[in-house]
């Protein structure tokens, strides 16, 4: 399974969590699902590129029951609440502030 994902996955220097951002916010953790069978990964590796106030996320992790390497969708939080999830057509607003759904995971996210 050496594709670019795979190569890539290897290559990156994981930063380390908890993550302060420059915004005020800690990431305590960052779950990524594997988009074949929806488990979460292992071996998860993040790289966090901060701003004033917006901090975009990359993430890779392994499913050893499909043997692939997830790279998870881009994401980038505001410190206003705002939140932004890369699609294949596009960048995507969300504001975790009102969907339930992705305030849950925002916080299991940043524990606060
Ligand atoms: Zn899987």
């Known amino acids: ?48 590129i901060d701003y004033d106030k917006v901090t975009r996320v990359i993430g890779f992790g392994v499913c050893w029951d499909c043997n692939i390497v997830i790279k998870a969708e881009p994401m980038q939080l505001y ?8 699609k294949t057509d596009g960048w995507v607003e969300l504001n ?9 995971k925002i916080k299991s996210w940043f524990k606060k």
């Not at 699902?33 to 993040?46: I, L, Q, R």
């Not at 410190?79 to 890369?86: F, P, S, T």
């Not at 975790?96 to 849950?104: F, P, Q």
Request: with cysteine.
């Open 1 to 48: 399974m050496m594709d670019k994902q795979v190569e890539e996955y290897i290559a990156l220097e994981s930063d380390s969590l908890p993550h302060l951002t420059k915004w005020g916010f800690t990431f305590e953790s960052v779950e990524i699902t594997c988009s074949k069978c929806g488990k979460p990964t292992v071996d998860n590796k993040y790289r966090f």
């Open 79 to 86: 410190d206003d609440g705002r939140y932004l999830v890369k």
């Open 96 to 104: 975790w502030k009102t969907e339930r759904k992705w305030l849950m």
